[in-house]
Structures are given as C-alpha cells and as structure tokens.
C-alpha cells in the first residue's frame, strides 16, 4: 500500500519535472491512465496526451519560474493526497503567478489523477 512517503515523492517529482523540464521524470510519476485537470479548464487522459501536453507547452518556449510546494497531506486511508503551492511561469510570452492546490490521487505507486485549483484574492 501506498504511504506518505512514496505519496510526497511522486508529488516532489511531479513539480520538479516542470521546473528542470524533464519529460522522462515527469512520465515516471504517471499511471498509464493518469487524468491532469488544470485549473483553468483543460484536461489530459492518458500518459501519451500528458506527454504531448508537457512537450507541446515546453517547446513553445513556456517555462516554469516557480512552484513552491507550501503544505502536503496525505490520506493513507484513501491514499489521496492534497498539496498547497505558490506557482509562477513564462507562458505565451506573458509572466502568471498565483497560488493553488492540487488534489492527486494514486494507483500502483503512480499518480492517477491530478484535481487543480487556483486560489485568487478576490
């Protein structure tokens, strides 16, 4: 079974891969049926659409600047995790920041699925 150990290590990895923009670390966190739902609408289904996605937004010269995790829980019942974050990136030529959590469930010592959220001060 899946702990909080493994469970903050998939996450570390996971926000580590955007940042050094390694695509073979970033597949390494994924289930083969991993579901990313973005903050601002987009989802991804699949290992190779996540890849496509990671590749297609690095290669259009979009960076990420920051992602600072700030809290991590985890539930060893549901094997579910949250984590809060403070996020910066390059993208479309523009600088965002904001900060989020993210929801992040797990299968087979992967991340399954990905629930983020962006918090605003309005």
């Not at 570390?12 to 601002?40: G, K, P």
């Not at 700030?70 to 060893?76: C, I, T, V």
């Amino acid at each position: 079974m899946l702990g909080r150990d493994t469970a903050n290590d998939l996450v570390v990895q996971y926000v580590d891969s955007w940042l050094s923009q390694d695509a073979a670390q970033f597949l390494d966190t994924l289930h083969d049926d991993v579901i990313v739902r973005e903050c601002y609408g987009p989802v991804y289904e699949g290992k190779e659409a996540c890849e496509r996605w990671f590749r297609t937004w690095h290669d259009e010269g979009n960076c990420v600047l920051r992602w600072t995790i700030r809290s991590f829980l985890f539930d060893p019942e549901t094997t579910m995790a949250a984590f809060e974050w403070d996020f910066s990136c390059v993208a479309d030529g523009k600088e965002h920041a904001f900060l989020g959590s993210s929801h992040v469930t797990f299968r087979d010592e992967r991340i399954d699925s990905i629930n983020e959220y962006e918090m605003t001060a309005d």
